[in-house]
T-cell receptor, first 115, second 112 residues
Framework: DTAVSQTPKYLVTQMGNDKSIKCEQNLGHDTMYWYKQDSKKFLKIMFSYNNKELIINETVPNRFSPKSPDKAHLNLHINSLELGDSAVYFC??????????????FGDGTRLSIL | SQQGEEDPQALSIQEGENATMNCSYKTSINNLQWYRQNSGRGLVHLIL?????REKHSGRLRVTLDTSKKSSSLLITASRAADTASYFC????????????FGQGTELSVKP
């Protein structure tokens, strides 16, 4: 069984469109994250949620809006997509209240390409 | 500037050789973690070492941490072609609310 699953795996869309990425974890973890990995493989935290509550919100354009309907799901909605949004977006989860003290488990990523 | 920086950026070795990757960081940390990323996949956790620990082992992996030098190393012994991947260190700095800071990784290529 996949522990952290993201959909879709690939997303190709036009500039200006709105898109969503979904993430689900079946590990029973209390914290979930969104990361962005650029073309140079630099991985940066965007958001984290602990038990549906936003605890980390990095300097991310407000076109990006995370939503956590329950602690097993964290979705990412992106409005008015721009060329610079092209990247791989990873979802992750951990069981440490977002304190960074436990390993994080990652999904396989969503490759977003903006045309 | 980045908290974790890996060195070298790329490493190519023959199967059976040992591979050593280094990570340097700038601020005090609670712990440091190493992850592996195979091409087209997500990151997989390898080892977590806490700031009061100096060395940890897991199978063919050995991680050291020197908090006075703000550096860590990951040693893979008797490497295999399947070890080919990117390796990242991630630090949990003090007073950052548990936010992990990742370096840009070392790309390891193990040739059969």
């Amino acid at each position: 069984d996949t522990a952290v699953s993201q959909t879709p795996k690939y997303l190709v869309t036009q500039m200006g469109n709105d898109k969503s990425i979904k993430c689900e974890q079946n590990l029973g973890h209390d914290t979930m994250y969104w990361y962005k990995q650029d073309s140079k493989k630099f991985l940066k935290i965007m958001f984290s949620y602990n038990n549906k509550e936003l605890i980390i919100n990095e300097t991310v354009p407000n076109r990006f809006s995370p939503k956590s309907p329950d602690k097993a799901h964290l979705n990412l909605h992106i409005n008015s997509l721009e060329l610079g949004d092209s990247a791989v977006y990873f979802c992750a989860s951990s069981q440490d209240g977002g304190q960074g003290r436990q390993p994080q488990h990652f999904g396989d990523g969503t490759r977003l390409s903006i045309l | 500037s980045q908290q974790g920086e890996e060195d070298p950026q790329a490493l190519s070795i023959q199967e059976g050789e040992n591979a050593t990757m280094n990570c340097s960081y700038k601020t005090s940390i609670n712990n440091l973690q190493w992850y592996r990323q195979n091409s087209g996949r997500g990151l997989v956790h390898l080892i977590l070492i806490r700031s009061n620990e100096r060395e940890k082992h897991s199978g063919r992996l050995r991680v050291t941490l020197d908090t006075s030098k703000k550096s860590s190393s990951l040693l893979i012994t008797a490497s295999r072609a399947a070890d080919t991947a990117s390796y990242f260190c991630a630090t949990d700095p003090y007073n950052q609310g548990g936010k992990l800071i990742f370096g840009q990784g070392t790309e390891l290529s193990v040739k059969p």
